[in-house]
């Protein structure tokens, strides 16, 4: 949106604005903000650098390298600080209106600020989506590994078993008994997961599904909240 210039108007810090529509919530407008700054000083720096092919290629190095780190410092944030347990009360936001979009959705993050600020608000916006996915990869992670499905499927029976022994014979009237059947499962469960490597599947399941929240939470531009409700 663009303002006619007024004499009579105040000059506002970027930081103090920034900050204020942080506060304000609205995180698409500084997402957006930030984008602009950031495309705006790599253009006057390069037309002062555009004199000597040294500079060109240093300032292309510089570039680079400012992208490789953006990049680096996504596994560095904690994705989670603002989640919280209502984020998955609500309805799914839509896959293909509202998650995935079009590709005018997508831009690279101008800088960690930028990146910790679309992370921390896409996986509060998208917490449903990111848990649908993850159950989606352990599927085909377990698809890929059938003894680890063996595994999983053979400790799930063996609770069953020992509820059912459990309401049959009355365990809870015997504490102790119970309690050295319950720990004997335990044992038991555990070697069973362990060697059929059912936590290998469930560690690669997460790993692939934490590195596409993070970058998909990163390049996904912020938009506005009403929209996204529209689009459930």
């Given at each position: 949106?663009?303002?006619?210039?007024?004499?009579?108007?105040?000059?506002?810090?970027?930081?103090?604005?920034?900050?204020?529509?942080?506060?304000?919530?609205?995180?698409?407008?500084?997402d957006?903000?930030?984008?602009?700054?950031?495309?705006?000083?790599?253009?006057?720096?390069?037309?002062?650098?555009?004199?000597?092919?040294?500079?060109?290629?240093?300032?292309?190095?510089?570039?680079?390298?400012?992208?490789?780190?953006?990049?680096?410092?996504?596994?560095?944030?904690?994705?989670?600080?603002?989640?919280?347990?209502?984020?998955?009360?609500?309805?799914?936001?839509?896959?293909?209106?509202?998650?995935?979009?079009?590709?005018?959705?997508?831009?690279?993050?101008?800088?960690?600020?930028?990146?910790?600020?679309?992370?921390n608000?896409?996986?509060?916006?998208?917490?449903?989506?990111?848990?649908?996915?993850?159950?989606?990869?352990?599927?085909?992670?377990?698809y890929?590994?059938?003894?680890?499905?063996?595994?999983?499927?053979?400790?799930?029976?063996?609770?069953?078993?020992?509820?059912?022994?459990?309401?049959?014979?009355?365990?809870?009237?015997?504490?102790?008994?119970?309690?050295?059947?319950?720990?004997?499962?335990?044992?038991?469960?555990?070697?069973?997961?362990?060697?059929?490597?059912?936590?290998?599947?469930?560690?690669?399941?997460?790993g692939?599904?934490?590195?596409?929240?993070?970058?998909?939470?990163?390049?996904?531009?912020?938009?506005?909240?009403?929209?996204?409700?529209?689009?459930?």
């Amino acid at each position: 949106m663009v303002f006619s210039s007024n004499p009579l108007s105040l000059s506002v810090p970027d930081t103090t604005f920034d900050a204020w529509l942080r506060d304000s919530g609205y995180l698409e407008i500084l997402d957006q903000h930030s984008s602009s700054s950031a495309t705006a000083a790599p253009a006057t720096t390069s037309t002062i650098t555009s004199t000597t092919t040294t500079a060109t290629a240093t300032g292309l190095f510089i570039s680079f390298f400012s992208h490789i780190l953006t990049l680096l410092s996504l596994f560095t944030l904690n994705p989670f600080s603002k989640l919280t347990t209502d984020d998955f009360s609500g309805q799914t936001p839509s896959w293909t209106r509202s998650f995935f979009a079009d590709c005018g959705s997508y831009s690279f993050p101008s800088g960690s600020d930028q990146a910790r600020l679309r992370v921390n608000e896409n996986v509060k916006r998208y917490a449903r989506n990111y848990a649908s996915l993850f159950i989606l990869f352990f599927a085909c992670t377990l698809y890929q590994m059938p003894l680890a499905l063996i595994g999983l499927i053979s400790s799930l029976a063996l609770w069953d078993v020992f509820k059912f022994c459990s309401d049959r014979w009355g365990w809870d009237r015997y504490p102790v008994l119970r309690q050295v059947m319950v720990r004997t499962a335990q044992c038991v469960t555990a070697v069973v997961l362990i060697c059929l490597n059912v936590q290998m599947a469930f560690f690669c399941a997460v790993g692939i599904s934490y590195t596409v929240m993070v970058l998909h939470a990163a390049f996904r531009k912020l938009t506005p909240a009403k929209q996204s409700a529209r689009s459930r």
